[in-house]
């Protein structure tokens, strides 16, 4: 029994390790290329549509659309539209008078920014207006948007290579407290140290939830915006992927994101988005395995792969299966039973140590990278890069309720009604 336990718990060291194994390679290439990429002008001005989806956002989303009408880009090359899915406050009144043209849609039944994105392509493919932009930026309505934002968009997306294109996404409210904090150095992360390597890798990139560029042609080909799961995002990265469709990422284009601050909302979202990467788990992972294998852009497929595989769940299983064997020593010899609780004892330890350094790792990487993009007190950057993997931690239990419960698309309160000039 215990070179049973002994072995498994090697065996699955070494799977996990050698799986993620290029997330630390991406690191350390994201490091020693520091440098922005060089900045590259367009030949061609496209036109371009921005759409909002918002839902009881009155609060925020005037402070959006002015500071997409304060950009560095022909304004008349950027209509701004604004669609209220089952809104109850004055979003679209206040939308309107920002100078955003609004749809406003009411279905209680297909509920979420998937369905009302789709609305929105549906409704300028049947006015034969699709075919006016180039493309469309997709933005949530509590962002603020970088002046030079379109315009840098603009320059990666004219190499035609892509059909999407993501951004650098900060945050407005990192020194709110060790919630906002958390969410906003894994977003850092993300844009730092895999979107970034992996635009230079020339792998592909992947969208996520805001702050992104789609393609008119790949809408065109999709017939709108086909992809309703609770990580839309997500759906629509793995899908590119096995398409053999590219998604780009410019570093210089930046927009800042605001992020729950009450725990109550960032486990209702958080919840959201794990039972959504189950649901991709679901539709998407024979086809990404089988891609692995064969068919273009086999990395990315395998990167998509390792980004919605729960390895979180098989790391708690093997946790959970070390307790049972520790639990059942008191059943087996003194000296046997000794043995296998110090192996048990030993691989949960480890395991939580590795866990918790690893994240603790790249919050202070970040940290020190971003240290100038970071907007909050000294302070409150070193206590919140100690923090952040314990926000990470808190993602266990809501791995767990989101297996077994029944989740639905909650929208997530904003106040944070910051205008771009406020920040620093």
Known sequence: MLDMIELFNTALAVLLTAAYAYQLFF????????RRQDKQMARTLNRYGVIICARNEAGVIGELIASLRQQKYPRQLLDIYVVADNCTDDTAGIARQAGATVYERFNKVQVGKGYAMDYFFRQLIQADKLSQYAGFFVFDADNLVDPNFVAEMNNTFTSGEYSAITCYRNSKNFGSNWISAGYALWFLRE??????????????????????????????????????????????????????????????????????????QSWTQRLRWSKGFYQVDA???????????????????????????????????????????????????????????????????????????????????????????????????????????????????????ALVRRVEWKPIQHGCATALKELP
């Open 27 to 34: 690191l350390v290439y994201g490091l020693v290329n520091r």
């Open 191 to 264: 844009s730092r140290f895999l979107n970034f390597p992996r635009q230079l890798l020339g792998t592909n990139c992947a969208i996520s939830g805001t702050g992104f560029l789609l393609s008119s042609k790949v809408i065109q080909e999709n017939g709108g915006w086909p992809f309703h799961l609770l990580t839309e995002d997500i759906q629509f990265s793995v899908d590119c992927a096995i398409r053999g469709q590219r998604i780009g990422y410019c570093d210089r284009a930046v927009i800042y994101d605001e992020q729950p601050t009450r725990f109550s």
């Open 283 to 401: 539709h998407y992972v024979f086809s990404l395995v089988r891609r692995c294998f064969a068919g273009r852009r086999r990395f990315s497929c395998y990167d998509m792969l390792m980004t919605v595989a729960p390895g979180m769940l098989l790391t708690l299983a093997a946790l959970l299966l070390n307790g049972i064997c520790a639990v059942s020593c008191l059943l087996l010899p003194p000296l046997q039973a000794r043995q296998v609780l110090a192996v048990t004892v030993e691989f949960m330890a480890n395991a939580v140590l590795s866990f918790y350094m690893g994240l603790f790792m790249y919050g202070v990487i970040t940290t020190i990278t971003e240290w100038n993009k970071i907007y909050a007190p000294t302070a409150k950057k070193l206590l919140y890069t100690i923090t952040f993997p314990l926000f990470m931690f808190t993602y266990v239990p809501i791995a767990l309720s």
